[in-house]
Protein backbone atom coordinates (compact mmCIF):
# COMPACT_ATOMS: atom_id res chain seq x y z
CA UNK A 1 0.00 0.00 0.00
CA UNK A 2 2.65 2.32 1.17
CA UNK A 3 4.56 1.50 -2.53
CA UNK A 4 1.09 2.67 -4.26
CA UNK A 5 0.90 6.19 -2.16
CA UNK A 6 4.37 6.66 -3.06
CA UNK A 7 4.31 5.73 -7.11
CA UNK A 8 1.06 8.33 -6.56
CA UNK A 9 2.92 11.39 -5.28
CA UNK A 10 5.68 10.56 -8.24
CA UNK A 11 3.19 10.72 -10.47
CA UNK A 12 1.27 13.68 -9.06
CA UNK A 13 4.41 15.52 -8.80
CA UNK A 14 5.45 14.65 -12.55
CA UNK A 15 2.03 15.84 -13.01
CA UNK A 16 3.23 19.10 -11.59
CA UNK A 17 5.86 19.52 -13.28
CA UNK A 18 4.36 18.98 -16.82
CA UNK A 19 2.01 21.23 -16.34
CA UNK A 20 4.38 23.99 -15.42
CA UNK A 21 6.64 22.97 -18.17
CA UNK A 22 3.93 23.38 -20.95
CA UNK A 23 2.63 26.57 -19.65
CA UNK A 24 5.56 28.67 -19.22
CA UNK A 25 6.69 31.50 -21.82
CA UNK A 26 9.27 31.43 -24.46
CA UNK A 27 10.30 28.75 -26.78
CA UNK A 28 9.67 25.32 -26.21
CA UNK A 29 12.81 23.24 -27.56
CA UNK A 30 12.15 19.89 -26.40
CA UNK A 31 12.22 17.42 -29.65
CA UNK A 32 10.04 14.67 -30.38
CA UNK A 33 11.97 12.29 -27.74
CA UNK A 34 12.16 14.71 -25.13
CA UNK A 35 8.51 15.58 -25.44
CA UNK A 36 7.70 11.82 -24.74
CA UNK A 37 9.53 11.49 -21.65
CA UNK A 38 6.52 13.49 -20.24
CA UNK A 39 3.34 12.89 -18.26
CA UNK A 40 0.12 11.38 -20.20
CA UNK A 41 -2.89 13.35 -21.02
CA UNK A 42 -5.01 10.51 -18.51
CA UNK A 43 -2.30 10.96 -15.85
CA UNK A 44 -2.57 14.51 -14.89
CA UNK A 45 -6.32 14.65 -15.46
CA UNK A 46 -6.28 11.48 -12.96
CA UNK A 47 -4.19 13.69 -10.59
CA UNK A 48 -4.58 17.17 -11.42
CA UNK A 49 -8.32 17.82 -13.21
CA UNK A 50 -9.00 21.04 -13.54
CA UNK A 51 -5.28 22.48 -13.92
CA UNK A 52 -4.80 20.22 -16.65
CA UNK A 53 -8.22 21.33 -18.20
CA UNK A 54 -7.44 24.91 -17.66
CA UNK A 55 -4.00 24.95 -18.79
CA UNK A 56 -4.71 22.86 -22.22
CA UNK A 57 -7.29 25.31 -22.58
CA UNK A 58 -4.71 28.14 -22.50
CA UNK A 59 -2.72 26.18 -24.70
CA UNK A 60 -5.48 25.83 -27.29
CA UNK A 61 -5.69 29.25 -27.12
CA UNK A 62 -2.84 30.76 -27.38
CA UNK A 63 -2.49 28.58 -30.53
CA UNK A 64 -5.69 29.54 -32.01
CA UNK A 65 -4.82 33.95 -31.66
CA UNK A 66 -1.63 33.11 -32.97
CA UNK A 67 -2.21 31.41 -36.55
CA UNK A 68 -5.44 33.53 -36.86
CA UNK A 69 -7.70 31.72 -39.39
CA UNK A 70 -10.37 33.14 -40.91
CA UNK A 71 -12.68 30.20 -39.50
CA UNK A 72 -11.16 28.85 -36.14
CA UNK A 73 -12.46 27.93 -32.36
CA UNK A 74 -13.92 31.14 -31.37
CA UNK A 75 -15.40 31.00 -27.70
CA UNK A 76 -14.11 29.42 -24.15
CA UNK A 77 -16.96 26.16 -25.20
CA UNK A 78 -15.44 25.51 -28.63
CA UNK A 79 -11.47 25.43 -27.11
CA UNK A 80 -12.78 23.23 -23.78
CA UNK A 81 -14.50 21.46 -26.84
CA UNK A 82 -11.36 20.56 -28.24
CA UNK A 83 -9.49 19.92 -24.97
CA UNK A 84 -12.09 17.19 -23.74
CA UNK A 85 -11.92 15.91 -27.75
CA UNK A 86 -8.14 16.00 -27.28
CA UNK A 87 -8.44 14.13 -23.83
CA UNK A 88 -10.63 11.32 -25.10
CA UNK A 89 -9.11 10.36 -28.70
CA UNK A 90 -5.49 11.00 -27.45
CA UNK A 91 -5.34 10.00 -23.76
CA UNK A 92 -1.58 8.71 -24.07
CA UNK A 93 -0.29 11.55 -25.35
CA UNK A 94 2.28 13.24 -23.39
CA UNK A 95 1.03 17.30 -21.89
CA UNK A 96 4.79 18.35 -23.54
CA UNK A 97 3.94 16.50 -26.77
CA UNK A 98 1.12 18.42 -27.12
CA UNK A 99 2.95 21.90 -26.63
CA UNK A 100 5.30 21.03 -29.00
CA UNK A 101 2.59 20.02 -31.38
CA UNK A 102 0.97 23.77 -30.92
CA UNK A 103 4.36 25.50 -31.30
CA UNK A 104 4.82 23.57 -34.24
CA UNK A 105 1.28 24.60 -35.52
CA UNK A 106 2.12 28.51 -34.62
CA UNK A 107 5.39 27.99 -36.92
CA UNK A 108 4.06 26.07 -39.76
CA UNK A 109 5.33 22.53 -39.22
CA UNK A 110 2.19 20.81 -40.23
CA UNK A 111 1.18 23.53 -43.31
CA UNK A 112 -0.74 26.21 -43.40
CA UNK A 113 -3.81 27.10 -41.22
CA UNK A 114 -4.95 29.84 -43.43
CA UNK A 115 -8.87 29.15 -43.75
CA UNK A 116 -9.38 27.15 -40.75
CA UNK A 117 -8.49 25.97 -37.66
CA UNK A 118 -11.22 24.04 -35.44
CA UNK A 119 -10.87 20.88 -33.74
CA UNK A 120 -9.97 18.68 -36.92
CA UNK A 121 -7.03 20.31 -37.43
CA UNK A 122 -5.71 20.11 -34.13
CA UNK A 123 -6.75 16.27 -34.65
CA UNK A 124 -4.79 15.90 -38.04
CA UNK A 125 -1.58 17.15 -36.24
CA UNK A 126 -1.55 15.06 -33.35
CA UNK A 127 -1.72 12.21 -36.08
CA UNK A 128 1.03 13.84 -37.86
CA UNK A 129 2.79 14.17 -34.69
CA UNK A 130 2.24 10.44 -33.64
CA UNK A 131 3.33 8.94 -36.95
CA UNK A 132 6.49 10.71 -36.33
CA UNK A 133 6.92 9.07 -32.71
CA UNK A 134 6.30 5.93 -34.36
CA UNK A 135 10.10 5.37 -35.68
CA UNK A 136 11.26 6.70 -31.57
CA UNK A 137 8.88 4.01 -29.88
CA UNK A 138 10.26 1.30 -32.39
CA UNK A 139 13.92 2.46 -31.48
CA UNK A 140 13.27 2.19 -27.85
CA UNK A 141 11.46 -1.25 -27.75
CA UNK A 142 14.76 -2.67 -30.04
CA UNK A 143 16.81 -2.11 -26.96
CA UNK A 144 14.38 -3.46 -24.11
CA UNK A 145 16.76 -5.83 -22.24
CA UNK A 146 13.87 -8.16 -20.72
CA UNK A 147 15.30 -7.75 -17.02
CA UNK A 148 18.92 -9.06 -18.11
CA UNK A 149 22.11 -7.09 -16.16
CA UNK A 150 24.08 -6.88 -19.34
CA UNK A 151 21.44 -5.83 -22.91
CA UNK A 152 24.17 -6.79 -24.79
CA UNK A 153 23.21 -10.95 -23.38
CA UNK A 154 19.88 -11.03 -23.57
CA UNK A 155 19.03 -14.71 -24.80
CA UNK A 156 16.62 -15.63 -27.55
CA UNK A 157 13.46 -16.39 -26.49
CA UNK A 158 12.91 -20.27 -26.76
CA UNK A 159 9.01 -21.25 -26.81
CA UNK A 160 10.07 -24.72 -25.58
CA UNK A 161 11.91 -23.53 -23.08
CA UNK A 162 8.98 -20.90 -21.19
CA UNK A 163 6.59 -24.32 -21.92
CA UNK A 164 9.04 -26.40 -19.63
CA UNK A 165 9.66 -23.65 -17.14
CA UNK A 166 6.03 -22.68 -16.73
CA UNK A 167 5.41 -26.61 -15.98
CA UNK A 168 8.09 -26.96 -13.83
CA UNK A 169 7.56 -24.46 -11.78
CA UNK A 170 3.27 -25.11 -11.93
CA UNK A 171 4.53 -29.13 -11.04
CA UNK A 172 6.78 -29.68 -9.03
CA UNK A 173 6.66 -32.90 -9.24
CA UNK A 174 7.80 -32.71 -12.91
CA UNK A 175 10.89 -34.48 -14.03
CA UNK A 176 11.32 -33.63 -17.82
CA UNK A 177 12.23 -36.02 -19.85
CA UNK A 178 10.56 -38.95 -17.64
CA UNK A 179 6.98 -37.77 -17.10
CA UNK A 180 6.11 -35.23 -19.84
CA UNK A 181 2.76 -37.14 -21.07
CA UNK A 182 0.05 -34.99 -19.31
CA UNK A 183 -3.48 -35.20 -20.46
CA UNK A 184 -4.19 -32.67 -23.70
CA UNK A 185 -7.05 -29.99 -23.07
CA UNK A 186 -9.80 -30.50 -25.55
Known amino acids: MNLQRTKQEL ?8 LKTISSTGLFKQTNE ?8 QTALRHHPEETRATV ?31 DVFPVL ?17 GN ?4 LKIQEFRD ?12 LEQ ?23 KLEWRMKNNPFLIPGKNETQPKNK
Not at 11 to 18: F, G, H, I, L, Y
Not at 69 to 74: G, I, V
Not at 148 to 158: G, L, Q
Open 11 to 18: QSNQAKTS
Open 34 to 41: QAWQGTNI
Open 57 to 87: VTLINKTVQFIDAKKTLHSFEDMALCAETIF
Open 94 to 110: KLEELRLICERMKQGYY
Open 113 to 116: FFGR
Open 125 to 136: CIIKHEEERASI
Open 140 to 162: QHKTISRGAEDPTKVKEYDPEQA
